[in-house]
């Protein structure tokens, strides 16, 4: 089990001391939203906050890049050398999945395939063996702080029993509205992996950090 929280609901002028708190509370991932504009309404960051972050904790975080923008192919080089470890793309955003994928594994990061909530599981069937994790959004993308649409659940139940049938060992990654109020059905349907925002941010990190810990024991 992997808690990954989302910087995007941190508190940027204190943002070393907060991850500092997310170490110490036995995380070691960190979810990096990237936001264009274009393929989301929203803009967020670019490379830079990724490499201060790897420069400050990189030996303690595994960096987990979420790029929401179109034809991500063309920002792969720039995380990679900025510290991701994993970069996941959109099937969305991508007019060729297989070479936006392709780059990805040839940049050397693991490589992960998000879905919108609306877009069905069948988008990755040709690519799902390339994987190493399948990112299924439970809001719509482009914000924090939105609420968990409920009909996800059933599709990450579905991918799950899909991936124990084809004997893939991806890693099956939740984001959106998750929080420990909901994170047992989520786990209980299959996932592995959640991301969290502003569950894990909005007041006491730490003492957030040990309720997920206690149903997700990471
Ligand atoms: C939404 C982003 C999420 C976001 C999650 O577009 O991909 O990672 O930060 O935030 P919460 O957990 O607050 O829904
Ligand atoms: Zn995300």
Redesign the pocket.
Same mark, same amino acid.
């Given at each position: 089990m992997r808690l990954a929280p989302?910087?995007?609901?941190a508190d940027f002028t204190r943002l070393g001391e907060q991850l500092d708190v997310l170490t110490a509370s036995g995380v070691d991932c960190i979810?990096y939203?990237v936001?264009d504009g274009d393929f %989301?309404p929203?803009l967020s960051f670019g490379d830079t906050i990724l490499k201060n972050i790897k420069d400050r904790c990189g030996d303690k975080l595994f960096l987990d890049a979420?790029l929401?923008v179109t034809e991500p192919a063309r920002f792969v080089e720039v995380f990679r050398k900025a510290g991701a470890d994993n970069i996941t793309v959109h099937a969305e955003a991508c007019k060729h999945i297989d070479r936006s994928l392709q780059a990805v594994i040839d940049s050397g990061a693991q490589a992960g395939i998000a879905l919108n909530p609306g877009t069905p599981l069948e988008m990755i069937s040709e690519v799902i063996h390339k994987v190493d994790l399948v990112l299924i959004?439970? %809001?719509?993308?482009?914000?924090?702080?939105?609420k968990?649409i409920e009909y996800c659940t059933d599709k990450i139940a579905r991918l799950s029993k899909w991936k124990k049938d084809l004997g893939l060992d991806f890693s099956i990654q939740v984001?959106?509205? %998750?929080?420990p109020a909901n994170v047992k059905k989520i786990l209980d349907a299959g996932a592995d992996n959640i991301?969290?925002?502003?569950? %894990?941010?909005k007041n006491d990190i730490a003492a957030n950090c040990a309720d997920f810990r206690e149903i997700m024991h990471f």
């Open positions: 989302s910087v995007l609901s979810h939203d936001m %989301v929203a979420h929401m959004m439970s %809001v719509n993308p482009g914000f924090g702080g939105q968990y984001d959106g509205g %998750v929080s991301v969290a925002g502003s569950a %894990v941010f």
